[in-house]
């Protein structure tokens, strides 16, 4: 299925959760903030939560700013 | 809470007087190099989507969380309901629920929009957050923001990345004899003696980005500052003469030949 991840289109496996979307990015759950259709997603709920085709999945961190 | 040797910001103590931004560097080690000669405690961020190209380097390695503690901004956001989204993902990136609190009302000027600055400092503040606004030079503003509960009050010295210092000084003092609460003057510092001048009036602190990211040599900006942060205190500290407009001499007369 499609996702839309930061901005571009992404394929990802069916009911993908974000915890496994993030393993698959190598991404270090401790230092991002997911946000799925405008909703912030807590942490501890990233195993549980399975993203559906079409989601716009934003993933964030700090970079660098004034 | 104000006065004395350091400087308390919601309970934290900080032995710097200086926060330094992580913007603008030519590279990440010599961000890193300057923030170490910085003698900073607390560095600005932004939140902003992440890397998904792990080529590239990410800030965090450069940030020795054990030394710095974190300050996200909310730089970019031109409302308050924005801001409020952008405090909320800082915090769950989980390091801080300190926010620096920008509402922009204009990109020319990157002037605050202090409407929807009041409305995110209230909704955040109840929320749990400690919340840094920052804000024009005016001490009405100031002092509204302090009392919707802001931990610190940051008022600009000048437009942010001008470089042009403290271009109301009297309105800064202004700030600084009604304030309960820290006032960190932001933005506009181009040079030492701006941050210098900031700390002799009262200011509890400074904070510099492009001062010292855009200098020839960042690094040896940041010591500048530090020392210029410094001086400042102590100077502020000491209290300075009256000015008066004629001499009055240092050296006595008695004791000369007849």
């Known amino acids: 299925m499609t996702i839309h991840l930061n901005g571009k289109a992404r394929e990802v496996a069916e009911g993908v959760t974000v915890g496994r979307l993030l393993e698959e990015l ?28 079409g989601d716009t999945v934003e993933i964030l961190t700090f970079m660098s700013g004034g | 809470m104000r006065g004395g040797d350091t400087l ?41 989507r992440v890397n998904l ?16 503690s974190l300050l996200p901004n909310t730089a970019g956001c031109y409302t308050a309901d924005d801001a409020v989204k952008y405090s909320r993902l800082a915090r769950e990136v989980g390091m801080s629920n300190w926010v620096k609190l920008e509402v922009i009302g204009d990109q020319r000027t990157l002037f605050p929009d202090n409407e929807e600055l009041l409305k995110a ?27 919707a509960g802001a931990a610190a009050v940051m008022p600009l010295g000048a437009p942010i990345g001008s470089g042009l210092g403290i271009r109301n000084p009297h309105n800064i003092a202004i700030i600084l004899q009604g304030a309960k609460v820290p006032i960190i003057v932001d933005a506009g510092v181009g040079t030492a003696s701006d941050a210098a001048i900031a700390m002799e009036m009262g200011a509890d602190g400074v904070l510099v980005n492009t001062a010292i990211a855009g200098a020839k040599d960042p690094v040896k900006m940041a010591e500048a500052m530090r020392k210029a942060v410094e001086a400042g205190r102590l100077a502020y500290e000491a209290g300075r003469i009256p000015k008066k407009s004629y001499a009055s001499a240092s050296t006595t007369m008695e004791g000369m030949i007849e």
């Open chain 2, 121 to 147: 400092t209230k909704i955040l503040v109840k929320d749990g957050f400690v919340v840094m606004p920052y804000t024009n030079d005016d001490p009405i503003m100031a002092k509204k923001l302090e009392d």
């Open chain 2, 53 to 68: 190209d792990r080529t590239q380097e990410s800030l965090l390695d450069f940030i020795d969380l054990k030394k710095y």
């Open chain 1, 26 to 53: 190598k991404l270090q759950p401790l230092r991002v903030a997911v946000q799925v259709n405008q909703d912030i997603i807590k942490r501890e709920r990233y195993g549980e939560v399975a993203l559906q085709s």
């Open chain 2, 8 to 48: 308390i910001i919601a309970g934290k103590e900080f032995r710097s007087r200086l926060f330094v931004g992580t913007g603008k560097y030519p590279d990440f080690v010599t961000m890193e190099k300057a923030l170490a000669v910085s003698g900073t405690e607390m560095v600005t961020v932004a939140v902003r």
